[in-house]
């Protein structure tokens, strides 16, 4: 199931925290300080993805993004999604780096996962530790990558992130399909999709949802602006299902 191009070397990213049954699935090691509390991920990405072809990634400053754009509010003549796509063309430098993606994400998410965000009323059924969950699994689909030209690249299991959920965070069947429909729609409102648009500029695009009409387990990925959604598309509905199977087995 796994294609990588070449052997590629594991990598170490270093974080504020990280749930230790991530260890359940292959690839991935995690490890916490018992003094700090920090948490060590390890990921082998021969082992954890399915696809890692031409590994490199593009970001903005995290720091410069909550200074310049997150203040940022829409216009009558001009979209926010216009206002992050010239902001990720005028501010865009690449990496080839996983650890700095992962560290940049863990800012990214730690930021629209934030746990004070459930203190709105229309939040009361959110499962428990959500917060966490979509945290901690974003963090890691930030390493997934599609090209220009609609190709899936680079995919690991936390791509189908509420499969993952049920292997990571026992959750049963019913529960991950809530924290979909959740992930999808009700985290996302207009004025926190607002936000979503923003923040992810900081990894060089924006968040497209697998799923379509209804949630059905298909996650989501940041694209680059400009890709080939059709072609995407048409990918990503040839793989779900050997993909969220894979995940299940990990």
Same mark, same amino acid.
């Given at each position: 199931?796994?294609?990588?191009?070449?052997?590629?070397?594991?990598?170490?990213?270093?974080?504020?925290?990280f749930t230790s049954t991530w260890n359940r699935m292959n690839g991935i090691a995690v490890t916490t300080d018992q003094v700090t509390g920090r948490a060590r991920v390890t990921i082998d990405p021969n082992e954890w993805f399915f696809r890692y072809e031409n590994p490199q990634w593009v970001l903005c400053d995290w720091e410069q993004i909550k200074a310049d754009?997150? +203040?940022? +509010?829409?216009? !009558?003549?001009?979209?926010? /999604?216009?206002?992050?796509?010239d902001y990720v063309a005028a501010n865009r430098r690449e990496t080839t780096d996983p650890v700095e993606v992962l560290n940049h994400a863990w800012e990214v998410y730690d930021y629209l996962f934030r746990d004070d965000?459930?203190?709105?009323?229309?939040?009361a059924s959110v499962p428990e530790g959500a917060t966490t969950m979509l945290r901690e699994c974003s963090v890691l689909m930030a390493l997934n990558r599609v090209d220009e030209d609609g190709h899936i690249s680079i995919a690991s299991p936390a791509w189908m992130l509420c499969k993952a959920m049920e292997v990571v965070y026992d959750l049963d069947e019913k529960t991950a399909t809530a924290m979909d429909e959740f992930y999808h729609s009700g985290w *996302?409102?207009?004025? @926190?999709? @607002? /936000?979503?648009?923003?923040?992810?500029?900081?990894?060089?695009? @924006?968040? +497209?949802?697998?799923?379509? !009409?209804?949630?059905?387990? !298909?996650?989501?990925?940041?694209?680059?602006?400009?890709?080939?959604?059709?072609? *995407?598309?048409?990918?990503? !509905?040839?793989?779900?299902?050997?993909?969220?199977?894979?995940t299940l087995q990990k």
């Open positions: 199931m796994n294609a990588v191009a070449e052997k590629a070397a594991p990598f170490t990213a270093e974080l504020p925290s754009l997150l +203040v940022q +509010v829409e216009k !009558s003549d001009i979209a926010i /999604e216009q206002v992050a796509l965000l459930l203190d709105d009323p229309e939040l *996302f409102n207009e004025y @926190r999709r @607002r /936000e979503s648009l923003l923040a992810h500029a900081a990894l060089g695009g @924006r968040l +497209v949802h697998g799923c379509q !009409s209804a949630a059905n387990m !298909s996650g989501g990925v940041v694209v680059p602006y400009g890709a080939d959604m059709a072609k *995407f598309r048409r990918e990503l !509905s040839t793989m779900r299902l050997p993909w969220i199977e894979a």
